[in-house]
Structures are given as C-alpha cells and as structure tokens.
C-alpha cells in the first residue's frame, strides 16, 4: 500500500518523470516510487505549468505511463482541474482507475500567470468534500497537499505553513509537500507539528539525504529539476554538433 510507504525508515525518494522513456528509465535505474512533473509535461506540450493543459491531455499522458511500469505511480495535479470539489474528485477518481495510487493537489492557483495561496480555510473545506466524494465511491488514493508558503515567500512561512498544515489535517489530507523549504530548523519545526509524512523538494543548498532522515522527512521529490537538467545537457549536446559540424559527440 503506497501509504504504508511513507511509514518505512528510509527516506521515499520519488522519481519523477514526465512520459513513458523517463519512467522506464526511473524504473531501470531502481526508483520505488515515479511521480509526474506538471512543469514538465506541460513544457513537453509546449504549455507554461499552471494547469494550462486540458485534464484530458494529461490523463491521456498519465495512463501512458501507468501503462509502462510496475511501480507505484503519483500524479501532480495541481490544484484539481476543476472549479468545484465534484469536478476534482472525479479527476481523481479518473486517475485511480487507470492505477494512480496518489495525487498532488496545490493550495495556490496560477491566474494570468501569477501564483497566488488560495485561502486556507476554503481549500480545507474543498479537501473536505473531495476526500468525502473519493471514499464514498469505496477508492483508496494518497492525497499529499502541496503548501506553497514557502515556494511564494509569503510573511512568516514557518508559522502560516504550520497553520494551514492543522487544516489540511483536518480536511483529510495523507501528507503535506512544502516545496522550497530548505531551512533544517524549519524543516524540523514542520516536522514537530504534525503526524502526517512531510514531502520536501530538491533544491541547492538543500540537507542531504541522511540529515533530512534524521530530522524526520519522509519523502522527497525531485520537481521539474530533473526535466530542466535533461533539456540542458540536449542543448550543450546540440550546440556541440553544431560548432564542431560533427556528430562526433553522440557517441562518446
């Protein structure tokens, strides 16, 4: 059961991809666990992340995936594609028919480009009505609410961060991902203040591996860094073939 993964010792270390070579390659190097990257797959489609791709398109991709491997599978689905809580919950429910075992969901909206927190109390009630549609219907998925207090720099990000972690507890959220918080007192603040699994994201300057275990992570993944790094080496690649005129640096 993909909860019970979040209880194990080790840390939970999400690979996370964007179509079906990458998850056979998260697969073939022995990541546990895949999960999609929204930036990344709307980047594929040549789209800003945002949810500025139909639902469609990206459950169309996701069953792709679902497709192609036998690991357990976490989609992000940004804040829910959908404007009421029915409309998220059957997004989700659409998911878990084609094998997803968790979803992302964002307590922020990207609205002519800028991202901005959605208020706490409302996205819980949200959270509310939509974990009620799913266990209603008898299925069984991990909700990991993203908080972006700390992604948006907002005043006091511990304390606002903790806050909304309480509601979203309550709302019936499994887990709670906080990318962009790096800070090891922060991370343990987090930790200290609830039950539920934390999520972290890569990022420079991040603790390693083994001093995010002790201070009590138990997941981390990966973002679009893994996307934006492959599209960097295909440019130095690129470039290279072109400067050279020579195709010499393809099979090194």
């Excluded at 390659?25 to 990541?31: L, N, W, Y």
């Excluded at 829910?80 to 997004?91: D, L, M, V």
């Excluded at 998925?141 to 507890?169: A, G, H, K, M, W």
Aim: aromatic residues 6%; hydrophobic residues 45%; negative net charge.
């Amino acid at each position: 059961m993909f909860k019970n993964m979040h209880e194990m010792e080790e840390l939970l270390v999400i690979g996370n991809v964007w179509d079906v070579p990458s998850a056979k390659i998260a697969e073939s190097v022995g990541f546990s666990v895949i999960g999609t990257s929204s930036a990344a797959i709307a980047k594929n489609l040549g789209k800003e992340d945002g949810e500025n791709i139909r639902f469609e398109d990206l459950l169309s991709i996701v069953k792709a995936i679902a497709k192609s491997t036998e690991l357990p599978l976490t989609v992000d689905l940004e804040s829910g594609y959908g404007e009421t809580p029915e409309i998220i919950a059957k997004n989700i429910m659409e998911l878990v028919k084609i094998g997803v075992v968790g979803v992302n969901i964002e307590d922020s909206v990207v609205l002519d480009g800028e991202r901005s927190l959605c208020d706490s109390a409302l996205f819980g009630k949200i959270l509310e009505k939509v974990r009620k549609y799913i266990s209603e219907a008898d299925l069984e998925i991990f909700i990991n609410v993203r908080s972006d207090v700390f992604l948006l720099n907002v005043e006091d990000p511990l304390e606002t961060s903790i806050e909304r972690i309480d509601c979203y507890q309550q709302a019936g959220a499994d887990g709670i991902f906080l990318p962009c918080i790096s800070k090891q007192e922060d991370i343990r603040s987090v930790v200290d203040s609830t039950s539920l699994p934390i999520n972290v994201m890569c990022l420079p300057g991040l603790p390693s591996f083994s001093e995010l275990k002790t201070l009590g992570v138990k997941r981390i993944s990966m973002g679009n860094f893994v996307h934006e790094a492959m599209l960097a080496s295909l440019a130095s690649t690129l470039a290279s073939v072109k400067r050279e005129q020579s195709f010499d640096t393809l099979f090194i």
